[in-house]
């Protein structure tokens, strides 16, 4: 029996894809399919798994996603290279997720910036595999990817014919990056399991409104006035696109804070993204500089490098530019980083009076176990770009803000900022989700449109993607834009339609 060169490894095969002549192709594939062009190869390169037309499939749907004759015919483009994004895309027919990079280069032949992809097959089953091996996967690709490039350039290959030829030559580089891929997986963080799982904690010292923030994403008001402290470490799920996700309430009274620490594999072991809370009004720097170095040395021990959300909480309107208020913000911002070492992390200043403070914080950490943000957020920004949209932002049916773009610091004049355009829009978007989904189900999707000013408006698109409702919201100094949305938003709708199923799951 011939060892084949795939067969114990979790990533079952790789394509590399390029926007050629005659629209995407697959450049090389590896391992190379039998019925494919090359011919003559020992039996160990050579897979039943894959048809060429599975990876001309790959290439297509993964090329596509960056074809946009806008921002190819820009000004922009010297950007472009430097664009290197990963993505996550659904292949059901070949029971397949797609591990890809994403990014461009300089065509000599058409003169112009043009897409280009290389994707790694995981088994749908194995998916857990690449959240968890996802930042070692990245360099390793990146590289490959690049020296890919390299060869196209060198060669002057534009189509998969021209690429044929060549392939036998870099035959031993695929070999060498699958071994590195082998290496990866041998080393797996948890064990593979099929569905993903999601842990977030949300600690800090008592009284800095750790359960009121949890309160006011579910909407749970009424709650506020008669909570007390909470005595024990507490958990609830939230459902989110698919994906269970566990939060746990931990509360801040000392002995718990000693409890959490020495029970830190029940804890702190295995969390995705850590919210630490700080009262802006009462800032208690040196208890905090003490837990918060604890925590840090735990995950030290554990190699884990947990993204922190820093959300610096009771910053009320009222007092928000009280200088003590100010005093204590930067405070708190300049000792936190002193102790954080290598940590992620993001600082958010909220109030439980401000629903879209509390929303936009804890959905950035919800954001950064996409792996399909930065591509969503890339697409989404191509097309604000092209319609002359200031800001738009993704929500989920909760509100949860699952992309975020913004063109003001590059327009002159004045603009709401997307916290404003989601502050004003959020009552008529929480009364038209609801009337959306109890009073009118048969009622697909559609722009309204909200005027705030003679020359602000905004335009919010309700869309149906599988079993989940999104809202798109559009802020722009254009009356005429529903239309344009009414007669754009479906094809940017179907482009990002793989993107959203694979946001999180
Ligand atoms: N003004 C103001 N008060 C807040 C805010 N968030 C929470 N509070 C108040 O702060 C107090 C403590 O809030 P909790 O949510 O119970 O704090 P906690 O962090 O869960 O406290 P423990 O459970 O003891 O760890 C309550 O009286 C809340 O009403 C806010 O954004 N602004
Ligand atoms: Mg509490």
Known sequence: MVQKQTENLIIKGSVFSIFGQMGPEAIFGFPV???????????EYITSDFTQQSYMQVAIKSIALLLSDYSLESSEEDHLEKNEIFGVLPYPDIHTIGFTYFTYYFSKNSQRYSPI???????????????????????PTRKFAQFLIDTIKQYNITSEAEGTPIFPQILPNFVEFFKKLQSIQSKPISPVTKHRRIKILFTGLENTGKTSFLLTIKRNFSALPSLLPTTKPTQDT??????????????????????????????????????????????????????????????????QNIP???????????????????????????????I?????????????????????????????????????????????????????????????????????????????????????????????AHQFSNLHPEIKGGVSKYQFSNTDFVFLYKFQV??????????????????????????????IHNLLILYIK
């Not at 459902?239 to 509360?251: A, C, S, V």
């Not at 040196?286 to 840090?296: A, P, S, V, W, Y």
């Not at 975020?404 to 002159?412: A, G, I, T, W, Y």
């Not at 754009?488 to 709708?493: L, T």
Request: one cysteine or more.
């Open 33 to 43: 399919p039998k019925d494919g062009r090359i011919k003559d190869l020992e039996e």
């Open 117 to 139: 992809t290389l994707t790694l097959f995981i088994p749908e089953h194995h998916r857990s595999f690449i959240y968890d091996s996802l930042p070692r996967l990245k360099e």
């Open 238 to 303: 939230l459902d989110f696109l698919g994906t269970t996700i566990l939060k746990w309430d931990i509360p801040g009274k000392k002995e718990i804070r000693e409890e959490i620490i020495q029970k830190s594999d029940i804890f702190i072991f295995e969390t995705d993204v850590l919210y630490y809370f700080i009262d802006v009004q009462n800032p208690r720097i040196e208890e905090n500089l003490e837990f918060l170095t604890k925590i840090l040395d735990i995950c030290e021990e554990n190699k």
């Open 308 to 338: 922190i959300i820093f959300i610096l909480t009771k910053f009320d309107e009222d007092i928000s530019q009280q200088e003590n208020i100010l005093q204590n913000l930067s405070k708190i911002k300049n000792k936190m980083i002193s």
């Open 340 to 432: 954080l070492r290598d940590h992620p992390y993001k600082f958010f200043h909220t109030s439980i009076f401000s629903i879209y403070s509390v929303l936009n914080a804890f959905s950035f950490g919800l954001r950064q176990l996409s792996p399909n943000r930065p591509l969503l957020e890339h697409i989404l920004r191509d097309f604000i770009v092209e319609h002359e949209i200031i800001s738009s932002l993704l929500l989920n049916e909760n509100g949860l803000v699952i992309a975020s773009v913004e063109r003001k610091h590059e327009m002159m004049g004045k603009y709401l900022s997307v916290n404003q355009v989601f502050e004003i829009a959020a009552p008529q978007f929480t009364t038209i």
């Open 466 to 495: 599988n079993e989940f409702i999104f809202f798109a919201l559009f802020y722009s100094k254009n009356s005429d834009c529903a239309e344009i949305l009414e007669k754009e938003f479906p094809k940017f709708q179907k482009k």
